[in-house]
T-cell receptor
């Protein structure tokens, strides 16, 4: 079984600052995916960024980037030039690699970090 | 527009009653999932189904039941055996094969037991 740990229940930064959210995970799998999801007050889950474990290059999506350290089982999210609209719950999630042609067994989520961007 | 529709958005139930939450998708996705969200607990997997007429228990299946008679639909029944059913419930779906690593989520259903 996999576990995902987010050690920061809440963080608060000023608008335009850079913030890093931490995530560690535990698994015996060698191939897997890692994700960061955002859940704003509407409670709609929004995919922020995805990382394939077999890729050494860190994923980047505009202002969002990750620091993936496979040996350390660490997967942090950096948000640059933070904006008021970034205020949300952020969840780190793990997915075991689906079997060829098959479906996924679902995501394992951390407990989340509540990020507040102050004006 | 393609997406996942969960209904009702809010539901109130008396103790001892069963209630069914609806999840419908028009994305032509094969796999569907149900998650429960509690404050401070993140999302936990209840049940999932990768094909019609087949489903598997997740981490917290006790007190819940599902069916998958149609590809588009994956209803969740919260039974009276569920000891603490008040929660936010999220449905998700994904493709199988190369697209299996991307889950699309519905807007959720809030269940309150009175």
């Amino acid at each position: 079984a996999q576990t995902v740990t987010q050690s920061q229940p809440e963080m608060s930064v000023q608008e335009a600052e850079t913030v890093t959210l931490s995530c560690t995970y535990d698994t015996s799998e060698s191939n897997y995916y890692l994700f960061w999801y955002k859940q704003p007050p509407s409670r709609q889950m929004i995919l922020v960024i995805r990382q394939e474990a077999y890729k050494q290059q860190n994923a980047t999506e505009n202002r969002f980037s990750v620091n993936f350290q496979k040996a350390a089982k660490s997967f942090s999210l950096k948000i640059s030039d933070s904006q008021l609209g970034d205020t949300a719950m952020y969840f780190c999630a793990f997915m075991k690699l689906p079997s060829s042609g098959g479906g996924a067994d679902g995501l394992t989520f951390g407990k989340g970090t509540h990020l507040i961007i102050q004006p | 527009d393609g997406g996942i529709t969960q209904s009702p958005k809010y539901l109130f139930r008396k103790e001892g009653q069963n209630v069914t939450l609806s999840c419908e998708q028009n994305l032509n996705h094969d796999a569907m999932y149900w998650y429960r969200q509690d404050p401070g607990q993140g999302l936990r997997l209840i049940y999932y189904s990768q094909i019609v007429n087949d489903f598997q228990k997740g981490d917290i299946a006790e007190g819940y039941s599902v069916s998958r008679e149609k590809k588009e639909s994956f209803p969740l029944t919260v039974t009276s055996a569920q000891k603490n059913p008040t929660a936010f419930y999220l449905c998700a779906s994904s493709l199988r094969g190369p697209g299996a690593n991307v889950l699309t989520f519905g807007a959720g259903s809030r269940l309150t037991v009175l």
